[in-house]
Nanobody, 123 residues
Framework: QVQLVESGGGLVQAGGSLRLSCAAS????????LGWFRQAPGKEREFVAA??????YSADSVKDRFTISRDNAKNTVFLQMNSLKPEDTAVYYC??????????????????WGQGTPVTVSS
């Protein structure tokens, strides 16, 4: 069983930055594909970014603004968010699944989820 705990969310003005963290316990962290998803009020959960042993991936809407990274020694995955926009406002969730898989953009394919951390970007 893997537990994921996100932190780092908050209120920020448009153009600002935040760094989200997701600390994992249990399982073999280095073997996991880790993803960040977000869900805005009244909208479906959407893919933001993922990192696997084969590389990093991000949604077009956040490309060049958000960067995903991982520290296997600390069992933590990060999401650095720069140039934030009001439309980035959402609850951000960390997710994990063992191994590499092609459907890293699909939330349903992940086995473990954190409780989420809210991000609010004011205009």
């Amino acid at each position: 069983q893997v537990q994921l705990v996100e932190s780092g969310g908050g209120l920020v003005q448009a153009g600002g930055s935040l760094r989200l963290s997701c600390a994992a316990s249990g399982g073999t962290f280095s073997s996991y594909t880790l993803g960040w998803f977000r869900q805005a009020p009244g909208k479906e959960r959407e893919f933001v970014a993922a990192v696997s042993r084969r590389g990093e991936y991000s949604a077009d809407s956040v490309k060049d603004r958000f960067t995903i990274s991982r520290d296997n020694a600390k069992n933590t995955v990060f999401l650095q968010m720069n140039s934030l926009k009001p439309e980035d406002t959402a609850v951000y969730y960390c997710a994990a699944r063992s191994g590499y898989f092609l459907a890293y953009k699909d939330a349903i394919t992940y086995d473990y989820w954190g409780q989420g951390t809210p991000v609010t970007v004011s205009s």
